[in-house]
């Protein structure tokens, strides 16, 4: 949480040399491919919320009262200096709280909140030395303790060294002086990652730890106020194989409106780990994000209700830690098939499939679309895929498998079928887009204009085009669209896919951007 409390004087960064040292076997928490598992290799999945206890040390009944709302986890809000510094023997102590109320204790350093935008910030290297300063207080409590190098590093001015290098940087150090704990590190920009700084070098970081124990975290706050959003970014990682927490959100915040249904919803059913922005104690305008009044865990908030109570909410889908005696065994058990995939929408080169949902005991986090003969076709978080790129006139047996957190794919659906339209002949599509309005941090594009360039009627038509980094899109209409990383796909709805020759058809969308950008999406394509 960007921090509204009077900003210090500014620190330099200053770079470290370091020694390479050579990798560890894992100890206590640590990552095993885009999961995050306990000593014994059972799934750990944090269900928690933040306290800041740095500007609350009183609070201590805080870790109890969380717990008592079923949490699994607890983000502690540290400092080591830039506020009242917690010493050794103040960790120490945060330490066994956590293990007395069998929390998992992800320890954060707040310092280095918005470095490079808000005065008085430390660096990540400044962090790392705080961490190393405390070390006495957690080494040997790598199976309790998450350590989360710096709160939020960077702010949205860029800096020198930029987030990977520093935070590379800051994990190489604490590997040099004997920390083996899995080591969190948050995005840059405020922590929400809308130029895609963390996204983009995550597996540059990842790589350079000699321990491979590296967890990611993402802050979801206005940025991420669209489903799409969410999920394109949670599949960016999943597509890296990395681990990944959203380390903070909310319900609301002064820079938009989170969707907090679907934040939680994907964690879920992705079997991501989340943390609520915060316990109690919030100011500077940002009360609301508050989960109990005045650390009173009987007079829980809407917030709180939600957080903890409500759909996807902590109480219904945290699981004990193994090492306090709760927990699952390894996960062995595949999701139950899914329903026969049903084809529709369906044209010379693609169609849309649906199928019912498969059922697992932990959670079901994606789905595998296969060709019969076991040819990989698309891969989806939901019920349903758009296929591209298939042959004219060609007849189609699909089945469709499920995957849960572990890994286990179900066996596989009942056969679907269909039948890919013959193809026009004489076919082709131009595409011309328009921008209508445009302002400092968006634009809106209509008409995007598709006009049949073939000789004979189109059954369907599918444009592509590129956004420029940072911008992601907010809506869209009169289209299907879809986004993967930059790349936009926008096909036919039922009512405008058939096109006579030289006959045309439009949509439209709206886009976000930074601040201070003029450009504009650009490669549109178009295909019939």
């Known amino acids: 949480m960007r921090s509204r409390l009077a900003a210090l004087a500014a620190l330099i960064l200053l770079p470290v040399a370091l020694i390479s040292q050579p990798a560890h076997a894992a100890v206590g928490i640590h990552v095993s491919g885009a999961n995050i598992v306990e000593r014994g290799g059972e799934n750990l999945v ?28 607890v983000r502690v809000v540290l400092s080591g200096g830039r506020w009242t510094p917690n010493n050794t023997a ?49 080494v040997g409590q790598e199976d309790y303790v998450v350590v989360n190098i710096g709160n939020e590093p960077i702010g ?15 994990i190489q150090k604490l590997r040099a002086n004997g920390f083996d704990h899995a080591l969190m590190v948050d995005a840059p920009n405020w922590g929400q990652d809308w130029q895609f700084g963390m996204r983009d070098n995550a597996r540059t970081v990842f790589d350079s730890d000699p321990d491979r124990n590296v967890i990611f975290s993402i802050h979801m706050y206005g940025v991420f106020d669209t489903a799409a959003e969410i999920t394109a970014y949670m599949d960016a990682f999943k597509t890296a194989g990395l681990p990944l927490v959203v380390g903070e959100f909310g319900h609301d915040h002064s820079d938009g409106n989170p969707d907090e249904d679907t934040i939680m919803a994907q964690a879920v059913s992705r079997g991501l780990g989340y943390f609520g922005w915060s316990w109690s104690g919030n100011g500077g305008g940002v009360e609301y994000l508050d989960q109990v009044t005045n650390f009173d865990v009987s007079r829980l ?8 109570n409500g759909t996807n909410g902590i109480r219904a889908t945290a699981r004990e830690a193994a090492i306090y005696g709760g927990g699952d065994p ?33 959670g079901v986090t994606g789905y595998d679309v296969y060709r019969s003969g076991g040819t990989l076709l698309g891969q989806t978080a939901t019920t349903s895929i758009t296929l591209t790129g298939l042959t004219p006139d060609t007849g189609y047996q699909v089945y469709v498998r499920a995957r849960d957190a572990a890994g286990n794919q179900s066996t596989p659906s009942p056969n679907g079928s269909f039948t890919t339209e013959p193809g026009t002949g004489g076919g082709g599509c131009s595409v011309t887009a328009t921008v209508q309005s445009q302002w400092g941090n968006g634009y809106v594009a209509q008409p995007v204009t598709v006009t049949n360039t073939g000789s004979s009627a189109t059954t369907g038509w599918t444009v592509t085009f590129t956004l420029p980094v940072g911008h992601q899109l907010t809506g869209s209409w009169n289209a299907d669209v879809t986004v993967s990383g930059q790349t ?41």
């Open 301 to 308: 908030t809407s917030w709180g209700q939600r957080l903890f």
């Open 156 to 170: 949205n001015n860029a800096v020198t060294p930029g987030w990977a290098a520093a935070t590379t940087a800051a």
């Open 46 to 73: 944090f269900r928690g919320t933040s306290h800041a206890h740095t500007w609350y040390t009183s609070q201590t009944q805080s870790f109890r009262d969380i717990k008592s709302l079923g949490a699994n986890a």
């Open 90 to 138: 103040d960790v120490a102590n945060v330490v066994s709280l956590c293990k007395q109320n069998k929390l998992i204790c992800v320890l954060e350093n707040h310092d280095t909140t918005g470095y490079g935008e808000q005065s008085g910030a430390y660096t990540l290297d400044q962090a790392a030395d705080y961490w190393i300063s405390v070390k006495s207080a957690l």
């Open 488 to 528: 936009v796909t926008a096909r036919n709805l039922g009512y405008n896919g058939t096109l006579a020759p030289n006959a045309s058809t439009g949509f439209g969308f709206q886009a976000s951007r930074p601040n201070g950008q003029t450009s504009l999406p650009s490669g549109y394509t178009c295909a019939t």
């Open 330 to 362: 390894v996960d062995t058990t595949p999701p139950s098939a899914p329903g026969a995939p049903a084809a529709s929408n369906v044209t010379a080169t693609g169609a849309r499939l649906t199928w019912t949902a498969a059922t697992d005991d932990v």
